[in-house]
């Protein structure tokens, strides 16, 4: 049975730091891609950073510079670490795990990704 499961969350004021990190069991992961999506209310889920099987990553412009992903296939983990968080960063974030052959690479569009975590909120606020 595939878990995901995040950590990590919370509240933090506007220049502050959080780390996400995503727990993977039930899958073999090194031969999945993994990815970090948010969703604000009222708003549709966007993908915000991934991290394919060899380590290489993509991320939105939005978040580019600030955050970083990674993977530890040795503890079955990926992780968001997010810097300079700002207001508009808030939402709930899901992690999620797409198997590589058909994910293909550090891929940002969600229907690619048949797992997924039940979320976690994240609120950049003063």
């Known amino acids: 049975q595939v878990q995901l499961t995040e950590t990590g969350g919370g509240l933090v004021q506007p220049g502050g730091s959080l780390t996400l990190s995503c727990a993977a069991s039930g899958f073999l992961f090194d031969d999945y891609d993994m990815a970090w999506f948010r969703q604000a209310p009222g708003q549709e889920r966007e993908g915000v950073a991934a991290?394919?099987?060899?380590?290489?990553?993509t991320y939105a412009v939005s978040v580019k510079g600030r955050f970083n992903c990674s993977r530890d296939g040795r503890v079955k983990r990926a992780y968001l670490q997010m810097n300079n968080l700002k207001p508009e960063d808030s939402g709930l974030y899901f992690c999620a795990a797409g198997a590589s052959w058909e994910v293909r690479g550090a891929n940002l569009a969600a229907h690619f990704y048949r797992n997924w975590g039940q979320g976690i909120q994240v609120t950049v606020s003063s």
């Open positions: 991290v394919d099987v060899d380590g290489a990553t």
